[in-house]
């Protein structure tokens, strides 16, 4: 019965891609001789003129420039040609790395702060404050401060990162049900040991569900804070080749962070699935 | 009173209410139990059993008053005072072994894993849950479910066992089984148990002493109740003891008149000083008199029962 779904599901997927594509190629395809100009000219003003292309690429020139990449992900040629492979390589590599130190950051802050109810009520209007400011407002503050691009991309993606998990965590200790830590307390557990085996493990869903919302919060700014900054990462390869205007690798660019962003979900995801117990 | 293993001495619980009021659930409770009694308390909701209980575990604390085990006055949680809770509490994300093992590790913090094992195995097969070891509480049924919160409790080998409704949650068929098990493993063992419940034939069943609790606020124990059936009784021909409904009428009379008039009738109830019930025996508070006809039931009649 399930797997009769899947199939079936996926067959409709399939059809929608093909519907798409098909719809995509007959809108870009070149519609034949235009104007008849001199060959000279027409060499200079293009297919799109001569032919009637559409100055967007169709499936096929986007599929081919694809293979192009996929073929050859890693190469450097300077500074404004490396391969996507690196691009992407930055780009995942600062979002770890500012997700990271976010969440060794927020999980034990939020541990703190779900336990103490004092800590709690005084930090909230500073979290209250702090959490709807757009990550990319830092970035002046950080350029200033830190004077170094790269590292101020990490600090923009620590910022956006912590909310969901310190909130999530702080939800998560702070209802964590009282019967557990009553089961705790008439064993003599310590405040220590009961964190790690009781709280811990009670909150641990709520806090992986704020991890995954970090994940893809940091994957979204990663991009907008990359145009910024510019140099390396996939952000700086959409800015840089639509000042190329290769139309084509920016559609191959909004692609691949779809693909990445959907594959980090899909960790978190699992992750998620393995802490969560059925009651 | 004599031995006194157990000694609630004038505790009260008082809550801030509305507008700088304090309501006030009960006040100047006094009661004792027994090493090796087993103690069940009646009342209705709201009468603060389920408080003084917390109070006995060290979960809660009295606004009052102090209560005495063992010689000393408690203060917190102690491993010598295992609780069975209504809900079973069991840690979801543990198997029944890890729940059990949970609690022996924390009574014993230097054993080894292989003797927490053991340990915590030998009460699993005591409630007799050989063979579901492995499973998630998830995957048991209500009733196995409060036999390993029972396993867990009796695994620390503690002084007192304290259960609040431990049954109320389980089918009438489970609740028996249970029932059973608890009684067998407390005589065996001859834990001191405090029970609360609202099921008169469980405490009849189970208890020696069963104490009578007010409506509340402002709750106070009434009666203390002696079983006057034997030690060694058994559930089949519980109801057959020619004391037994003229017990179960007394508790249910309490229940369903008394505990709302008894504060206003009793002006002189003096609560250090509770009386003791004992049916059956001439004299005392129950005279044979009027359940004179009930205590000569024989099968087949119909016993009437008040309620």
Redesign the interface.
Known sequence: MTSSLRLRAGLVSIVLLAAFLGIWHLATRSTGTTTTMSPEYAKLMGLTATQGKSAMPGPLDVGAKLWEHLRRPFYDNGPNDKGLGIQLGYSIARVGLGYLLAVLVAIPLGFLIGMSPLLSKALDPFIQVLKPISPLAWMPLALYTIKDSSISAIFVIFICSIWPMLLNTVFGVASV?K??I??A?????GTVRRAF??IL??AAPTILTGMRISIGIAWLVIVAAEMLVGGTGIGYFVWNEWNNLSITNVIIAILLIGIVGMLLDQVLARFTRM?T??? | MTDKFISIEGIAKRYPGASGATTTIFENLWLSMARGEFACVIGHSGCGKTTVLNIL???DAPSEGAVIVDGQAIS????D???I?Q?H?L???RTVLGNVA??VS??WRNWDRAKVKAHAQTFTDLVGLSGSEHK???ELSGGMKQRVGIARALS?TPKMMLMDEPFSALDALTRGTLQDEVRRICLETGQTAFMITHDVDEAIYLADKIFLMTNGPGAVLAEVVENPLPRDRGRIDLHRHPLYYALRNHIIDFLVTRSKTFTTEMSDHDPRNVPLVQIGKPGLTIAAGSDEPRQTWMPGTNPGLSA
Do not use: D
């Open positions: 049900r019967e557990w009553n089961v307390r008439t064993l003599e557990v085996t009781v493990p009670a802490v117990f059925p009651e | 575990a060290g979960l917190g949680t102690s491993l005072r295992a609780v809770f809900s509490a840690l979801p994300w949970y609690a924390s009574k998630r509480p998830s620390i």
